[in-house]
């Protein structure tokens, strides 16, 4: 077999009608084609093919006939091992997607992570922009840039991924930019759920802490508040703590909180891209219940969980209704919206940034945190700290022209 493999390689001016050429050529010398690959960058062409032929020589001549041109370059190579012939059905079980986001001109990212891909022994299979050249008022491009690469290769296996993040993330921390590693499988492509935390997550407060300043308890909930995020007090415990401090508080304190909150950088784009393309959302927090409400209704999230303080004669008793939504309970939440809505845990998506989101970005098929904590980030597979959260958008694998495209149909 090896004798009678060819690699068709074709590089040059892109030319309108090249790939009908090439493929009325292998027509004439009966050829099967292997593999097929094209990528046209700023109207440069890259096309290759492997191809099983009968003879060598006569193909050589017709397919280089066919594809004469003084701005194509046409290289036709032997391919002599059998090995050769089956790298792409390897590929197809070791490939990863590596998702480079950085908010300058990328280059120093985009040389650390092809770097270390090397290092890995990892091939750079295609990359993708994901984002399109923004322009200033004054028409200056305004540097951003995320990338989306498949890699494979052999150290492409959960071991050696696991190496490759955590040599990563320190240049990631070094550099400033974001990244993520996924596997490239049929789940990855059909996410269907995104869950996600709702204070300095979705929104950029911790609603108890607004409610405690109003309350004249500011610094003490505040305190409990981050020992709790940082994993230093049980989160039942902690939260029991603080809302006791909440005793006697009007409820209208809760109404003047809801109102005042402010979202986090690109929710408003995540979600109205989400319901546009037929994801489901949901709030899975250790907050409020009220003040979720209040933002479902506005932002149009489908479920939402929480917690709900007692309210006796218009003011608050200190006491929580119900199970208090802590770290193990997110986690359950989580799977039985997969099971409510039909899906595998691989199709679900989960962002968090506090101790307590841990269990549900580890159940998630992706779990996200979100400019979290030092503990959440040491332990996540998948960080977010520069960009907003519509970043999670091209972790997902949409683009740019995506999104506008969702943002202009509106949903």
Not at 71 to 80: A, L
Not at 171 to 190: I, K
Not at 256 to 277: P, W, Y
Not at 388 to 393: F, K, R, S
Request: charged share 25%; glycine share 8%; aromatic share 6%.
């Amino acid at each position: 077999m090896s004798d009678d493999v060819i690699l068709i390689s074709v590089s040059g001016r892109d030319q309108p009608g090249m790939m009908s050429r090439l493929m009325a050529a292998l027509q004439d010398v009966e050829a099967d084609i292997l593999d097929i690959g094209q990528a046209v960058i700023h109207n440069e062409l890259a096309l290759a093919v492997l191809a099983r032929v009968v003879a060598i020589a006569d193909s050589r001549m017709r397919i280089e006939s066919a594809c004469a041109s003084e701005d194509v370059v046409v290289r036709i190579t032997p391919v002599q091992s059998s090995d050769q012939v089956m790298w792409s059905e390897f590929t197809d079980a070791n490939r990863l997607i590596v998702t480079v986001m950085a908010l300058n001109d990328g280059v120093d990212a985009m040389h650390a992570v092809s770097e270390l891909t090397y290092q890995y022994g990892l091939n750079i299979d295609f990359v993708r922009r994901l984002t399109k050249a923004a322009q200033d008022i004054a028409g200056a491009a305004v540097p951003r840039l995320c990338v989306e690469m498949r890699v494979s290769g052999t150290r492409a296996s959960a071991d050696d991924r696991q190496s490759l993040q955590k040599d990563l993330t320190q240049a990631a921390e070094r550099l400033g930019f974001d990244f993520s590693v996924q596997a490239d499988t049929v789940f990855r492509r059909n996410r269907r759920l995104v869950v996600l935390d709702m204070d300095s997550t979705l929104i950029a407060e911790e609603v108890m802490d607004e409610l405690a300043k109003r309350h004249g308890f500011g610094e003490q909930v505040v305190a409990i508040t981050e020992a709790a995020m940082a994993g230093e007090i049980d989160f039942k415990e902690s939260f029991r703590q603080r809302a006791r401090l909440l005793r006697g508080m009007p409820r209208a304190f809760l109404q003047e909180v809801a109102e005042s909150v402010k979202l986090n950088d690109g929710a408003h784009r995540l979600i109205k891209a989400l319901k546009h393309f037929g994801y489901r959302t949901a709030v899975i927090s250790g907050g409020f219940q009220y003040v979720g409400e209040y933002l479902a209704k506005d932002l149009g999230i489908d479920y939402i969980y929480a917690n709900t303080l007692e309210i006796v004669d218009g003011k608050m008793t200190g006491e929580v209704m119900g199970d208090i939504v802590d770290a193990e309970s997110k986690a359950r939440i989580l799977m039985s919206l997969a099971e409510r809505e039909g899906i595998t845990l691989e199709q679900t998506i989960a962002v968090g940034d506090g101790a307590n989101d841990l269990p549900m970005l580890t159940a998630a098929g992706l779990g996200i945190a979100y400019h979290a904590k030092a503990v959440v980030k040491e332990s996540a597979r998948h960080s977010i700290s520069n960009f907003g959260l519509d970043a999670i958008l091209y972790l997902i694998g949409f683009s740019d022209s995506d999104i506008e495209q969702a943002l202009s149909q509106g949903s």
